[in-house]
């Protein structure tokens, strides 16, 4: 056994032993004790508290405090439901916007908390950026504070109309998912919502190794493909959970999954891999933020699958381009079960006729061919009227977004730019996707200031990027020792070009 082996072991070990206690099962509806209905509001406690309120997507965090033998309290649970229906669950009408909770300050456990945040009557409402509520406190006497005390949200209407307020929204108690979709944000104005889509990069990464397993996908012939695939998420996943998620997979592999594995035992317990969570227990969370269509069936995982890829796009070095080419395009070309898709993305992997040697040439080439399935998936839904009518497709990036990657405003073609495109597509899917890290420490990298380190390029080639390498590991030991590693050993090599590419292709 090698001896960086055996360091990564002991790290895993010791990585499984400090998992947190507490359920930090975020936005899953719960039935109640006589089973007649849904709790929607998540319950939090002293152990979780900041925790969940830490890890959550939602921008603004509703915490009720309460007492179970309170009868004021118990008449205005069927409010505070009707309202966490909106926001909380897989089946969410608004997800992603607030996360509605609640602390039971009867239970002993949660008295401190409660002290802490300067509860005298029950029940009692703050609203706030959830960041506010980790480690913070609420005192009536404190004059500026991001944690406000809501005090009309006596009702299910005069909460909601609180709420509405606040954000600036029209949302009702009667919406329904996908039939009151004026709230949703353009993503063609804001280059900033992007930062959002890290969660979607998660959730669209647990699908597809569900989707994997499921299917029952890794056999003989695939699974050089998906360790490949693991190795490029150990180092270049832009969720930190993922990244341990795909190492611990990554250094378990054989054992959860032997290569003289039939099937049949794969399905079984025996295929210990289906046990494992590529990014987290509480993820997937059933539903999208940034990748949510206007209708139920439209964009969702496969845009976050399109943000994944140019995320790792935008994010490997001038050694490793060769090698993501390939690791992708087979990817697609094994584990996308649409097989048109598939298809169509193997017929343009196949058309490259030499290697990638720089990192800029694999990302421009991945943007042209996400632009080649947009404008034929346009042609295609304005025929069959499929077509969403919030997100239609588009080329890439619009003038919105990046003015300076046109040449010129009427050009027909479009004549690009494609060194701004270049510094729109590291900017847009690197620096900015990773933005919310600095106030997320679940997503990212924390540095030794204490700091999320945004995610950085190097030009160099040969030698292991140490800054990289060292942030990685301070994160997590685990991934940081085996992204080293590999690192290493790939950058060694010379790039060559498969001849027997195999590929597919998605849409968002």
């Not at 998620?245 to 079984?268: K, T, W």
Request: proline fraction near 5%.
């Amino acid at each position: 056994m090698s001896r960086t082996l055996f360091v990564l072991i002991l790290c895993l070990s010791a990585l499984r032993l400090g998992v947190s206690l507490g359920s930090r099962s975020i936005l899953r509806t719960v039935p109640d004790k006589n089973g007649d209905s849904e709790d929607y509001a998540v319950d939090l406690n002293a152990t979780n508290f900041d925790a969940v309120l830490r890890d959550t997507p939602a921008t603004f965090a509703v915490v009720e405090f309460f007492a179970h033998w309170c009868p004021a309290c118990r008449n205005y649970k069927p409010h505070y439901e009707k309202v966490a229906r909106l926001f909380n669950g897989p089946n969410a009408v608004h997800p992603g916007k607030v996360l509605m909770t609640r602390v039971d300050c009867a239970l002993k456990m949660n008295t401190n908390l409660c002290d802490r945040f300067s509860v005298g009557h029950y029940p009692m409402l703050f609203w706030g950026p959830p960041s506010k509520f980790v480690s913070g406190s609420w005192d009536p006497k404190q004059e500026k504070s991001e944690i406000r005390n809501i005090e009309n949200g006596r009702t299910a209407e005069k909460l909601l109309s609180w709420i509405n307020k606040q954000m600036g929204s029209s949302i009702g108690l009667d919406d329904e998912k996908f039939e009151n979709e004026q709230n949703l944000s353009s993503n063609i104005s804001d280059p900033g919502q992007i930062a959002r889509a890290v969660y979607d990069v998660e959730e669209a990464t647990s699908i597809a190794f569900d989707i994997i397993l499921e299917h029952k996908m890794i056999k003989s012939e695939t699974r050089a493909s998906l360790i490949k695939f693991l190795q490029l998420l150990v180092v270049h996943h832009p969720s930190l959970r993922c990244r341990k998620g795909s190492a611990e997979i990554l250094v378990n592999f054989d054992e959860l999954n032997p290569a003289d594995m039939n099937q049949e035992e794969v399905a079984s317990e025996k295929g210990a891999v289906k046990n494992f969570q590529i990014c987290g227990k509480d993820v997937p969370r059933g539903y999208w933020i940034f990748c949510r269509g206007s209708k139920n069936d439209t964009r969702g995982f496969s845009c976050g699958l399109w943000v994944l890829l140019h995320s790792l796009s935008v994010q490997i070095e001038d050694g490793e381009s060769q090698f993501a080419f390939t690791t992708i395009c087979d990817f697609i070309h094994n584990f996308f079960v649409c097989e048109e898709c598939r298809q169509h993305f193997y017929e343009m992997c196949s058309s490259v006729s030499s290697p990638f040697n720089k990192a800029r040439d694999f990302a421009l080439w991945l943007w042209r061919a996400h632009n080649k399935v947009n404008d034929r998936l346009l042609k295609e839904e304005e025929s069959m009227g499929t077509a969403d009518p919030k997100f239609p497709k588009m080329i890439w990036p619009p003038r919105q977004l990046c003015m300076s990657c046109y040449r010129s405003r009427s050009s027909q073609p479009i004549e690009w730019d494609l060194d701004e495109v270049h510094k729109f597509l590291t900017s847009y899917y690197g620096r900015t996707l990773a933005s919310l890290y600095k106030s997320n420490s679940a997503l990212g990298t924390i540095g030794a200031d204490g700091v999320l380190d945004e995610p950085t390029t190097s030009t160099n080639a040969v030698a292991v990027p140490v800054g990289a390498a060292l942030a990685i590991a301070l994160a997590s030991c685990a991934f940081g020792v085996l992204a080293c590693y590999w690192r290493s050993q790939q950058k060694s090599r010379k790039p060559r070009r498969s001849s027997g590419l195999r590929l597919s292709e998605g849409h968002d």
